[in-house]
């Protein structure tokens, strides 16, 4: 705290923290694997070593008060900044191991789900079980019924979508890193493969990297770092070209509903709903002709 009153805590975690998220694009863009390794031990190293100067500044502090040292590490082992970004970075690690190229086949969608099944549960499972605390949660209801907004903006991505992602993914041939799907068994494989990947894009990025990163960062700081991973594996996903244009704005807009709304059932339908249109857009695509609804 600043003489001021104003928390500025946040200000030093903010290089860390940004070494971590910087891992992504290292990942998942470049994909220079070495190099992603390169910045989690920075950021994580860099993350104890801010914490342990700000523990023993606690510490000076508590003992002027009067207050018992003990009381004051039990305080900030709450919320680590090296083990929420430590968990953060094991999920991309766990990521990291499989290329991201989609695929259909039995193989590539086993690897898919015990992967990214792995980036999710791993982090959780460690919060909760080693650490003891719930920064990881899923919180799927909230006992209160979505508004006119909610319901508006539903139907708001569904038309947003129809108009530009046909656009975005035939002109710029982006399509072509998807497998092309021309049976009915390809293009039901399709469906849940893309419906699979939304649904654990907001369960990682939302309810494991936002939310560990929102125990350090004001909302707004916590976001734009979440987008960074976001939009990272998007990229290797397949949504390139100038699709960041389009992954940027929609990562920090899942991450600004959650706030509002704290509600991990509306972000996922909203981003099935989003996902629908690609899925449509991707088999239109690959068989002009079969789903005449576009105007591309």
Same mark, same amino acid.
């Given at each position: 705290?600043?003489?001021?009153?104003?928390?500025?805590?946040?200000? $030093? /975690?903010?290089?860390?923290?940004?070494?971590?998220?910087?891992?992504?694009?290292?990942?998942?863009?470049?994909?220079?694997?070495?190099?992603?390794?390169?910045?989690?031990?920075?950021?994580?190293?860099?993350? #104890?070593?801010?914490?342990?100067? @700000? %523990?023993?500044?606690?510490?000076?502090?508590?003992?002027?008060? @009067?207050?018992?040292? *003990?009381? /004051?590490?039990?305080?900030?082992?709450?919320?680590?900044?090296?083990? *929420?970004? @430590?968990?953060?970075?094991?999920?991309?690690?766990?990521?990291?191991?499989?290329?991201?190229?989609? =695929?259909?086949?039995?193989?590539?969608?086993?690897?898919?789900? &015990?992967?990214?099944?792995?980036?999710?549960?791993?982090?959780?499972?460690?919060?909760?079980?080693?650490?003891? *605390?719930?920064?990881?949660?899923?919180?799927?209801?909230?006992? +209160?019924?979505?508004? +006119?907004?909610?319901? %508006?903006?539903?139907?708001?991505?569904?038309?947003?979508? #129809?108009?530009?992602?046909?656009?975005?993914? !035939?002109?710029? %041939?982006?399509? $072509?890193?998807?497998?092309?799907?021309?049976?009915? =068994?390809? !293009?039901?494989?399709?469906?849940?493969?893309?419906?699979?990947?939304?649904?654990?894009?907001?369960?990682?990025?939302?309810?494991?990297?936002?939310?560990?990163?929102?125990?350090?960062?004001?909302?707004?700081? /916590?976001?734009?770092? $979440?987008?960074?991973?976001?939009?990272?594996?998007?990229? =290797?996903? @397949?949504?390139? =070209?100038?699709?960041?244009?389009?992954?940027?704005?929609? /990562? &920090?807009?899942?991450?600004?509903?959650?706030?509002?709304?704290?509600?991990?059932?509306?972000?996922?339908?909203?981003?099935?709903?989003? *996902?629908?249109?690609?899925?449509?857009?991707?088999?239109?695509?690959?068989?002009?002709?079969? !789903?005449?609804?576009?105007?591309?």
């Amino acid at each position: 705290m600043t003489e001021s009153g104003v928390d500025t805590r946040w200000q $030093q /975690a903010a290089v860390p923290a940004l070494l971590v998220c910087a891992a992504a694009p290292a990942f998942f863009v470049v994909q220079w694997a070495w190099l992603g390794w390169v910045f989690l031990a920075l950021g994580i190293g860099t993350a #104890w070593l801010v914490e342990r100067r @700000g %523990g023993e500044h606690s510490e000076a502090d508590a003992v002027r008060v @009067g207050a018992r040292v *003990d009381s /004051a590490r039990t305080i900030g082992r709450r919320s680590s900044l090296t083990r *929420d970004l @430590g968990l953060i970075g094991l999920g991309m690690l766990i990521v990291s191991v499989i290329p991201l190229a989609a =695929e259909l086949d039995n193989l590539a969608m086993l690897r898919f789900t &015990l992967a990214l099944g792995g980036a999710v549960l791993v982090p959780y499972l460690i919060s909760r079980f080693v650490f003891r *605390d719930r920064a990881v949660s899923f919180p799927w209801r909230t006992g +209160k019924r979505w508004g +006119k907004l909610q319901w %508006g903006w539903l139907v708001a991505v569904l038309v947003l979508g #129809w108009l530009i992602l046909p656009f975005y993914f !035939i002109t710029s %041939g982006v399509y $072509q890193n998807w497998p092309v799907v021309n049976s009915p =068994e390809l !293009i039901a494989r399709l469906f849940v493969g893309v419906g699979a990947v939304g649904i654990w894009d907001e369960l990682f990025f939302i309810c494991t990297v936002f939310a560990l990163l929102r125990r350090h960062f004001p909302d707004l700081v /916590a976001n734009l770092l $979440q987008a960074i991973v976001f939009v990272s594996f998007l990229w =290797e996903l @397949g949504y390139r =070209e100038w699709g960041p244009l389009l992954t940027i704005p929609f /990562a &920090l807009l899942q991450g600004y509903i959650f706030l509002r709304t704290h509600s991990l059932a509306y972000v996922v339908t909203v981003h099935l709903l989003f *996902d629908a249109v690609v899925f449509a857009v991707l088999v239109h695509a690959h068989n002009p002709g079969l !789903i005449p609804v576009f105007l591309v």
